[in-house]
Structures are given as structure tokens and as C-alpha cells.
């Protein structure tokens, strides 16, 4: 058995996949917002679901090299590719994952995640070299694998690629849960990710309906998911890697990991990487900038140690030269955000 970060397990060697997220290596590639499937518990944000929209991590892509330079600032070694469903755009999936390893070698390792389970789609995604396909079988059939379209897929991809099945672990259905993994496990797939079922802003109500609650009043973890996977997992013998993350994993390990490997690339000289890869800095708010810029230069503050941040309309600096700093005009603060593209604030502390 291994015991992983934060209440996470697995019975056996993690896939490859989920090894590369563990480390933070992995660009998210967030291919369209678009799915068929209307799942209760889907937890996309209002800002992508059901919207055509293109992400790298928080990137917005505009264009390919926005894809690029977001696996080169975090050091990337693949790519996990989701949504929405990638399968509604297959013919973008193919060409993303045709071009990331056209850029970065064949061992740059892709991953997906669908809940299409379309043979010809997947021979399509066969042939542009994706390495590992997720499959995403809803709640209704996981008393019917077996016989269902998804036994088809599953037997076509295991002769192509590393092939598993993803799906959120609901505390309600344990029968139905250990049916599709005993059914997995014969038709001999490579791993079952379980994920802890989650709470968020758009599927809160949904759940709620559902007689679902939060297991805490700091955790988004629905009551009794965690408890069922781990006990699943624990108590039965596979012959396949049963796998569990928790949401406490994916924010505490995963993101954390790969805002580190960021936060290296993207820190200026004026900024301090903390233990945890948030960037933490000065900040002058001032009600004229421009002669604050001149008064620093004429101080002979280095060039380097401070900038003028347009867009939020103030002055960034060093947190070592602005202690000493009095400004008529101006407030100070010490900032902490995300090195991430959308810089999200994370705390404002007033000096």
C-alpha cells in the first residue's frame, strides 16, 4: 500500500500520469468548456463550463506559443488534457497533442481525460501520439460496464495507449463503485483514479439536492467520500492500481508544486519567493506616480528593485527597500500572490 500527501492512496504504483501531477510537471490543457454529458456534481467554474474556452494552467491561450511558454515556465514534462470533454473538439485535441510532442520530444508523456467513448475518436487520438486516456464512465453504468459502449473504447485504447477509468468517488454508491472496479479489472485496464467528490460553485446546490454536505467547514470534500475510498481501497484485493486523491492533494501538492517550479522562472529581483512558491512584494499606491518613479531613481534605488505595474496602477518594489521608505501620497503594502499567468492576491498586509 502507499500512502501519499494528504490522505491520498494508491494500492500500487501510480499511473504515469498522476506521478507527473504529483511533482508539478504537468500543464494543464483546459480544451473547451463543451461536454454532452450533464453531470450533477460537475464542478467547472461559471467561466468555462459550457463555453468554448482555451486555458494553459490559468493562461487564457490566444495562440499556441501562450501553450508553450507556459510548459517551458513550469518546466513542464507533459501535458494532462481535460475540460469539458476534449473528445467534442477532436479534431484541436489531435492537433495540441500532435504539436506539444512535435515541440518537446516524444517523451513529453500526455494524458486525457473524457467521457466520449467513441472508437474512431480514439483512434484519432491513437495516431496523433496520445500516451495515457482517462475514461470518465457515468454514475448510470457503473453497474454496466461490461456490455456498454465504454467496453468497446476501453478494449480499442488498451491496444494503443496506457488506458484507466477516472471518476469521483460518491459516498452513496459503494455497491455500484466496487461493480465497476471488479468489471475494470477484467477487461484489464491499467488503473482506476478515484477522485474525492468535491463542492464548488457551481454544482453546490445540485449537491445539496443530492442530501450531500461538506465533511468540514474548511474542506470543499463532500462528507463520506474520502472514508469510502480509502476503505475500498484497503480493505479488497486488485490486480490493478486503485488509486485515490483527495482535494486536499490536488491544492496542497499538486498546485503547490507546480507554482513552485513557476515561481522560479517568473520571480523579478524586487520579489521573494516563500516555502509554499507565492511571490511576496512591496507595493507603493500612490496619488502620483510618476514623480514617486522619479523620486526612487533620484534615490538611486536600483532599476531592477522596483517597476511600475500599469495595470493595478501602482509601484512594485523590493520588501527591503520600501520598510524605510516615507512617501507623502502613498500607501504601503506587502503583497503575497500566485506566480500563476492571473497573479491571484493572496494576502495585503498595510505597512
Same mark, same amino acid.
Given at each position: 500500500?502507499?500512502?501519499?500527501? $494528504?490522505?491520498?492512496?494508491?494500492? #500500487?504504483?501510480?499511473?504515469?500520469?498522476?506521478?507527473?501531477?504529483?511533482?508539478?510537471?504537468?500543464?494543464?490543457?483546459?480544451?473547451?468548456?463543451?461536454?454532452?454529458?450533464?453531470?450533477?456534481?460537475?464542478?467547472?467554474?461559471?467561466?468555462?463550463?459550457?463555453?468554448?474556452?482555451?486555458? =494553459?494552467?490559468?493562461?487564457?491561450?490566444?495562440?499556441?506559443?501562450?501553450?508553450?511558454?507556459?510548459?517551458?515556465?513550469?518546466?513542464?514534462?507533459?501535458?494532462?488534457?481535460?475540460?469539458? %470533454?476534449?473528445?467534442?473538439?477532436?479534431? &484541436?485535441?489531435?492537433?495540441?497533442?500532435?504539436?506539444?510532442?512535435?515541440? @518537446?520530444?516524444?517523451?513529453? *508523456?500526455? *494524458?486525457?481525460?473524457?467521457?466520449?467513448?467513441?472508437?474512431?475518436?480514439?483512434?484519432?487520438?491513437?495516431?496523433?501520439?496520445? %500516451?495515457?486516456? &482517462?475514461?470518465?464512465?457515468?454514475?448510470?453504468?457503473?453497474?454496466?460496464?461490461?456490455? !456498454?459502449?465504454?467496453?468497446?473504447?476501453?478494449?480499442?485504447?488498451?491496444?494503443?495507449?496506457?488506458?484507466?477509468?477516472?471518476?469521483?468517488?460518491?459516498? /452513496?454508491? $459503494?455497491?455500484?463503485?466496487? $461493480?465497476?472496479? #471488479?468489471?475494470?479489472?477484467?477487461?484489464?485496464? %491499467? @488503473?482506476?483514479?478515484?477522485?474525492?467528490?468535491?463542492?464548488?460553485?457551481?454544482?453546490?446546490? !445540485?449537491?445539496?439536492?443530492?442530501?450531500?454536505?461538506?465533511?468540514?467547514?474548511?474542506?470543499?470534500?463532500? @462528507?463520506? !467520500?474520502?472514508?469510502?475510498? &480509502?476503505?475500498?481501497?484497503?480493505?479488497?484485493?486488485?490486480?490493478?492500481?486503485? *488509486?485515490?486523491?483527495?482535494?486536499?492533494?490536488?491544492?496542497? +501538492?499538486?498546485?503547490?508544486? &507546480?507554482?513552485?517550479?513557476?515561481?522560479?522562472?517568473? =520571480?523579478?529581483?524586487?520579489?521573494?519567493?516563500?516555502?509554499?512558491?507565492?511571490?511576496? @512584494?512591496? !507595493?507603493?499606491?500612490?496619488?502620483?506616480?510618476?514623480? +514617486?518613479?522619479?523620486?526612487?531613481?533620484?534615490?538611486?534605488?536600483?532599476? %531592477?528593485?522596483?517597476?511600475? /505595474?500599469?495595470?493595478?496602477?501602482?509601484?512594485?518594489?523590493?520588501?527591503?527597500?520600501?520598510? /524605510?521608505?516615507?512617501?507623502?501620497?502613498?500607501?504601503?503594502?506587502?503583497?503575497?500572490?500566485?506566480?500563476?499567468? /492571473?497573479?491571484?492576491?493572496?494576502?495585503?498586509?498595510?505597512?
Amino acid at each position: 500500500m502507499i500512502y501519499l500527501e $494528504k490522505d491520498s492512496i494508491s494500492n #500500487k504504483e501510480l499511473p504515469e500520469g498522476c506521478k507527473l501531477c504529483r511533482e508539478g510537471s504537468k500543464l494543464v490543457l483546459f480544451v473547451t468548456g463543451l461536454c454532452n454529458f450533464r453531470c450533477f456534481y460537475c464542478p467547472l467554474s461559471s467561466a468555462k463550463k459550457n463555453k468554448d474556452v482555451i486555458y =494553459a494552467d490559468e493562461r487564457p491561450v490566444i495562440n499556441e506559443m501562450d501553450i508553450i511558454e507556459e510548459a517551458i515556465l513550469i518546466d513542464s514534462k507533459g501535458a494532462g488534457i481535460t475540460g469539458g %470533454d476534449p473528445l467534442n473538439v477532436i479534431e &484541436r485535441t489531435a492537433h495540441y497533442i500532435k504539436f506539444l510532442k512535435e515541440y @518537446f520530444g516524444d517523451n513529453y *508523456h500526455i *494524458h486525457l481525460y473524457t467521457a466520449t467513448a467513441d472508437i474512431n475518436k480514439v483512434k484519432i487520438l491513437s495516431e496523433a501520439g496520445l %500516451d495515457e486516456i &482517462r475514461f470518465h464512465v457515468p454514475v448510470s453504468l457503473w453497474k454496466k460496464l461490461k456490455g !456498454s459502449k465504454y467496453e468497446n473504447a476501453i478494449k480499442l485504447s488498451k491496444e494503443y495507449m496506457k488506458t484507466g477509468i477516472e471518476v469521483p468517488v460518491l459516498p /452513496d454508491k $459503494k455497491d455500484e463503485l466496487l $461493480k465497476l472496479i #471488479k468489471d475494470s479489472e477484467e477487461l484489464g485496464v %491499467d @488503473f482506476i483514479n478515484l477522485n474525492e467528490l468535491e463542492f464548488s460553485e457551481t454544482n453546490y446546490e !445540485s449537491l445539496r439536492i443530492h442530501k450531500y454536505r461538506p465533511k468540514s467547514y474548511i474542506s470543499s470534500g463532500v @462528507f463520506g !467520500s474520502q472514508s469510502l475510498a &480509502r476503505k475500498i481501497i484497503t480493505e479488497n484485493e486488485f490486480s490493478i492500481t486503485v *488509486h485515490y486523491c483527495s482535494a486536499a492533494f490536488k491544492d496542497a +501538492v499538486q498546485l503547490r508544486n &507546480r507554482i513552485k517550479r513557476r515561481a522560479k522562472n517568473v =520571480a523579478k529581483k524586487y520579489e521573494i519567493i516563500t516555502k509554499d512558491g507565492t511571490l511576496l @512584494f512591496g !507595493s507603493l499606491e500612490c496619488e502620483d506616480i510618476e514623480s +514617486v518613479v522619479e523620486i526612487l531613481n533620484d534615490m538611486g534605488v536600483p532599476g %531592477d528593485l522596483f517597476e511600475y /505595474d500599469d495595470a493595478k496602477h501602482r509601484i512594485n518594489i523590493a520588501p527591503w527597500v520600501i520598510e /524605510d521608505l516615507e512617501l507623502k501620497g502613498c500607501k504601503k503594502y506587502l503583497i503575497e500572490e500566485y506566480p500563476t499567468y /492571473d497573479r491571484l492576491e493572496v494576502e495585503r498586509t498595510p505597512i
